[in-house]
């Protein structure tokens, strides 16, 4: 195991894809996430997982609980705005009766959910039941009024003519069928989520598995295998064909990238926690013993 007190502790580094087309043509970048939630359902690691799934709105996702290929394939794609997916888990156990339960979350998410399992109050026979943890980057979410702010103000258009999101090399981009726009990110500072600004991870460090797609080039992910459990389903993912692996950028549009991004969140957000400690305001953050303990319990 590394010790990284950039990228938190794993196991390996790799950039893979999905090798179904199908999964391609559907997810955001490399089709890391839905691919492993399907392999693992299809070799019984799990029984159902809790994915952000369509909203009533576009664009507005909803948490639901998957249990088919087809099920996972209808939340593939980055939504850049928050689904609480951790208040479906113990539906997923007490309403659909699952056992082994997998989940997909934001760094905040993932925190929330090895809380749950380290100090299981109100969580009883739910968290023993959580058997694959799968975390995503994010440096910050919108709520999904700013969203729509976004798409109707600096796009111009509605949500329901939106075919995708991305956030790549600084930008926002908007994508129609007709048209894209990018939107600077610089722009969309003070529309983030208040929590946003006292996140200290950038790359869901208390995952099994963690990607995204920085680091990579395009239409792969960058893949950290943290866990045991995390490293013995990409293994397994490569040998079976599942996922196929590239040679992963050292560099400074590569690795660098991932290190140079995790490590400035860290400081700029440990900077607004210190200005308001010394404000005399409490803040909800991380403390180390308590990241030891979870490590621990994990």
Known sequence: MIQDSVLGPHQEILTARATDKKILDKSQDGGIVTALLVYALEKNIIDGTVVAGP???????????ATTKKDILKSAGTKY???????????????????KIGTVGTPCQVMGIRKMQTYPLGARHVTDKIALVLGIYCMENFPYDSLKTFIQDKAGTTP???TKMDISKGKLFIRTADDETAIPIKQTHGYEQSGCQYCLDYVAELSDVSCGSVGAKPGWSTIIKRTDKGASLIDSAIEDGVLEVTETN????GLEMLRKLSKNKKTQRQKNIDKKLDMGLQIPFTHSKFKEDILENR
């Open 250 to 253: 050292e560099g400074k549009f």
């Open 81 to 99: 705005t928050m689904c609480p997916n951790v208040a479906l888990i113990k539906e997923a156990t007490r309403g659909y009766g699952l056992e």
């Open 55 to 65: 909203g009533k709105e576009p664009w507005k996702p909803e948490p639901m609980v």
């Open 160 to 162: 329901d003519k939106v």
